[in-house]
């Protein structure tokens, strides 16, 4: 285990912010974590997980002890009659991971194609797309305590999924509570993808180009294709364009709030969840309100998609968090609704 010193960080976060940390450990596999733990000094110290770093802005150099996420590998774990679970590390890139079930011939994970990031940072976010999300295909995940080096096991239910939430987001309030927010570092993650599978196209953009391309019954292959394309003449490549993907949650609503919002904006995009209530397009909130395209000093909305916050070149993590900030604002004071952001602000 190296701890290096005045690490830059603008290559290891998507929306290319310049910081350094004062220090980082690369964890590439669970020995490292337990190497941690049993040094006195590391051991003590504030720590910040880092995987792919496409859920984050930075807003200045990180202080606490960076631990970054490299354990890599992929295979199929088991199989039975009922279907294939599989396994990754958790410093894999998830979209890798998503392309290699699909040329396997392991369908399921096909509409959470060109999601940024890291399989161990899957899991915290629940990460989902499309009608799927990751707790619909999670089997397990295998974690390690920073504070005694040892190593558990969780199930989706003590995962404690929400929508773009988990376990892993909340800190303990007291002892016995069960947050592990900067408790636990992720090594390991499961998928169980179930042999009985169908096509999951019920989001408009899947549908239309299932309509374009007359293509009665779609593979997972077809639609790990038509996500691909969608997403890259939607999204800009963090690559090219710094970004952290969408920005905001999309916001949830009871019947009622959303007959009120509808008779106020009848155009408005919205779809109705198993459990009654609402699912409201943050995006077309966003643009709703005449952001789409305006900028804050180097950071801006992204002028074809409102929910994407990028770096137009040296924007600062405290320029992107005054942009999300006035959005927020705006939508609050037309809509009567708050939206909350998906990345760490860091």
């Given at each position: 285990m190296l701890v290096e010193n005045q690490v830059p960080l603008q290559r290891y976060n998507t929306f290319?912010?310049?910081?350094?940390?004062?220090a980082l450990v690369r964890i590439r596999d669970e020995q490292d974590v337990r190497a941690l733990a049993a040094?006195?000094?590391?051991a003590a110290s504030p720590k910040f997980i880092l995987g792919g770093g496409s859920n984050i802005v930075i807003t200045g150099d990180v202080r606490p002890l960076v631990l970054k996420v490299e354990i890599m590998g992929r295979r199929l774990l088991h199989e039975d009659e009922h279907a294939w679970i599989v396994e990754a590390g958790a410093g894999e890139t998830w979209h890798e991971l998503v392309a290699w079930t699909v040329e396997q011939g392991l369908p399921g994970l096909e509409n959470m194609a060109l999601i940024p990031g890291t399989v161990g940072a899957a899991p915290v976010q629940n990460i989902g797309a499309y009608g799927v999300e990751l707790q619909d295909r999670f089997e397990s995940l295998d974690a390690i305590d920073l504070a005694s080096g040892e190593s558990f096991t969780l199930s989706a239910a003590q995962c404690g999924f929400g929508y773009r939430?988990?376990?892993?987001?909340?800190?303990?309030a007291q002892p016995g509570d069960f947050g592990l927010a900067g408790r636990a570092l992720i090594t390991r993650v499961r998928l169980r993808l179930p042999k009985a599978w169908r096509p999951e196209l019920g989001y408009l953009d899947l549908q239309k180009r299932q309509e374009e391309t007359g293509v009665e019954q779609p593979t997972a292959r077809d639609i790990f294709g038509w996500v691909c394309d969608i997403r890259q003449n939607k999204l800009p490549d963090w690559r090219?364009?710094?970004?952290?993907?969408?920005?905001?949650k999309n916001p949830t609503v009871t019947a009622e709030q959303c007959a009120d919002i509808i008779g106020r904006e009848p155009r408005i995009v919205h779809y109705q969840l198993d459990d009654g209530s609402f699912k409201l397009a943050a995006g077309w909130l966003i643009d709703?309100?005449?952001w789409k395209g305006k900028s804050m000093g180097h950071a801006a909305v992204y002028d074809r998609q409102a929910l994407v916050l990028v770096n137009r070149g040296g924007a600062t993590g405290g320029e992107v968090v005054t942009l999300a900030r006035a959005i927020q604002t705006s939508v609050y004071e037309r809509f009567g609704i708050r939206l909350e952001p998906e990345p760490v602000i860091v």
């Open positions: 290319g912010i310049v910081a350094k940390a004062h040094d006195p000094a590391l939430d988990s376990v892993f987001k909340h800190a303990a090219v364009v710094g970004n952290a993907g969408s920005f905001f709703a309100c005449g």
